[in-house]
Structure formats: C-alpha cells, structure tokens
C-alpha cells in the first residue's frame, strides 16, 4: 500500500507564508514524480506544482510562479511545499499525489495513482 501524508496546513494571514510537507510511507520514493494540488468545494482539484523523481525538474501552475517552491528529500522520503505571498483565493484544501516519473509535471488529476489525505490551508483577509 502507498500512503501519502501531509502536514503544515493551517491559517495565516494574507501575505503570509506556509510550508506544506509530505511524508511517503514505503520505499523506492525516487520512482514518483510528486505534485500538489489543491481543491476548494464545489470546483476541481487543480494542479499547483510538480517535481520529477530524480532529475529535481519542477513544475508550476501560472498563478503561483514566482511564490511557490516544491522541494523533494529522496532520502527522507518527504516533498515540501512552500507557499510565499498567499491571497485568501488560495483558501483550499491541498493534497500531495504521485505519479509515474515521467508523467512529472502533469496538470491531469487523473495521471495521479496515489494522494494524500489532505490538509487544510486557510488565508484570511
């Protein structure tokens, strides 16, 4: 079974920084491309970054180029996600999922076979 796990959600102010991370419960940790997505109620899980297994390659969704940075610890087994400038539209539920290495960087929910359980980021104005 391949378990996903986040941590570091919880509330910050607009403007404000979080780091989300991700825990991987099982070996051979380098074979996923990771990404984070996020979903608020009643819309679609959207992809928000990406990193390749290995090569370190890192993905971005337009609206959080520039304050977002993925990160990976292959020897820790653990993604990071942190999240600089934050705006309260970026209230969502944020979910870690892998992937097939070279599916790294797909934006498709649907190319992820393995999620998190979620955690909760709250942005208040």
């Known amino acids: 079974q391949v378990l996903f796990a986040e941590s570091g959600g919880g509330l910050v102010q607009a403007g404000g920084s979080l780091r989300l991370s991700c825990a991987y419960s099982?070996?051979?940790?380098?074979?996923?491309?990771m990404g984070w997505f996020r979903q608020v109620p009643g819309k679609e899980r959207e992809f928000v970054a990406g990193?390749?297994?290995?090569?370190?390659?890192?993905y971005y969704a337009d609206s959080v180029k520039g304050r977002f940075t993925i990160s990976r610890d292959n020897a820790k087994n653990t993604v990071a996600l942190q999240m600089n400038s934050l705006n309260p539209e970026e209230t969502a539920v944020y979910y870690c999922a892998g992937a097939p290495d070279h599916l790294a960087g797909s934006h498709n929910r649907g190319h992820y076979d393995y999620w998190g359980q979620g955690t909760q980021v709250t942005v208040s104005s």
């Open positions: 990193i390749s297994g290995n090569s370190g390659m890192t």
């Open positions: 099982g070996r051979t940790f380098s074979w996923f491309a």
